[in-house]
């Protein structure tokens, strides 16, 4: 629109059949035309750019508060279903691992408990027929030394039969019954001697028994005391692990939302760039393009702006994964050695319940 007015104004300076003082006018009046034109473009593009300042600004604030309330929305919606899933497979697998650790404990318990019965009576078996067995060689022995030493001292039975002498200086003697009852005593308590001694070793043996049993029976109430710590322990490493499980999830879902969000944000935007190019290429005023062109580029720096934000946002977060990984890692190492540690332990225990 400013060549021709230029065009015009050379053309009015330049008439050769009019005189000088209506070229000066002319040449005049075409400049001030000029003049206002200018300060009218002027005022008009301070106003374009005042009236694109306050709709960039209302449609950001607008725009903030949409997606604010989507992420709200969509953020709660999402855990609440990660979190319903989440605990109903956290009830299965407690569970899960309760019955098979309840299970293989109270087989090897089970086990343990038959081995160390079969090993113990085996001993006690052993022990008591070898006790027996010394008992009646010892009984026996005794027994035949002092039948063979009251064998030679008896008499024949002529000699029992005989009619002893009788002296006046002697006197009577006494009969053979009294001579043979006379060492029956020392037999008698010969007998109960041993039968004291039988009854001693007896005593000593039903003692020893039951401090074995005692033994067993308090290894085995250890045993189960440490079983059910473990379970414990199991159960606060789960429910560890699945807080862990889920806050991880959480994260995951949110950064993965945020993501989508923006690729669908720049999508729109990228769409409304080409329709607005398109459209502005049929236009005649220069005003309008250039208000759009105007806010599509503020527009597209928020968005890159946001873009790169969110993108930070990600890797802090992908690092804070990896750390949390790395620590549930080492926590089921910790769980699985403390178990070796602990099976080896009750290994131990069991082989120190023999009796010996």
Do not use: W
Request: net charge positive; charged share 35%; hydrophobic share 30%.
């Amino acid at each position: 629109m400013e060549e021709p007015e230029s065009l015009t104004y050379t053309k009015t300076c330049e008439k050769p059949s009019e005189n000088t003082f209506s070229k000066l006018e002319r040449c005049s009046t075409a400049s001030n035309k000029h003049i206002n034109q200018s300060s009218l473009y002027t005022q008009i593009d301070k106003k374009l750019d005042t009236k694109l300042a306050n709709n960039t600004a209302v449609m950001k604030s607008q725009i903030g508060r949409k997606l604010d309330t989507k992420l709200a929305g969509n953020s709660a919606m999402i855990k609440s279903q990660v979190g319903k899933k989440l605990e109903f497979k956290l009830e299965s697998n407690t569970a899960a691992l309760r019955t098979t650790v309840g299970k293989k404990l109270d087989i090897k318990l089970d086990h343990n408990t038959s081995a160390m019965k079969h090993v113990v009576g085996k001993k006690l078996d052993l022990k008591l027929e070898h006790n027996t067995a010394a008992i009646k060689n010892v009984v026996g022995k005794k027994l035949d030394i002092k039948l063979g030493t009251r064998q030679p001292i008896r008499k024949a039975y002529s000699e029992y039969h005989k009619e002893p002498s009788i002296s006046p200086l002697s006197g009577v003697p006494p009969p053979n019954d009294l001579r043979r009852r006379k060492h029956e005593p020392e037999i008698e308590y010969s007998f109960e001697k041993e039968a004291k001694e039988i009854k001693s070793m007896t005593a000593a043996l039903e003692k020893e028994i039951q401090k074995k049993l005692n033994e067993y029976k308090k290894s085995n109430h250890e045993h189960l005391e440490k079983k059910y710590k473990v379970i414990n322990q199991i159960d606060e490493c789960q429910n560890e692990l699945e807080d862990m499980k889920g806050s991880l999830n959480d994260i995951l879902k949110e950064a993965h939302y945020t993501k989508e969000e923006l690729r669908e944000m720049r999508e729109k935007i990228d769409e409304e760039m080409y329709r607005d190019n398109e459209m502005s290429t049929y236009k005649v005023t220069p005003d309008p393009v250039f208000s759009q062109l105007m806010d599509l580029k503020k527009e597209i720096d928020f968005m890159n702006s946001r873009l790169s934000f969110t993108e930070n946002e990600l890797k802090s977060k992908a690092s804070e994964n990896n750390q949390l990984r790395d620590v549930v890692n080492k926590l089921k190492e910790s769980i699985v050695e403390e178990q070796m540690i602990e099976k080896k332990g009750v290994d131990v225990s069991c082989q120190a319940c023999v009796v010996v």
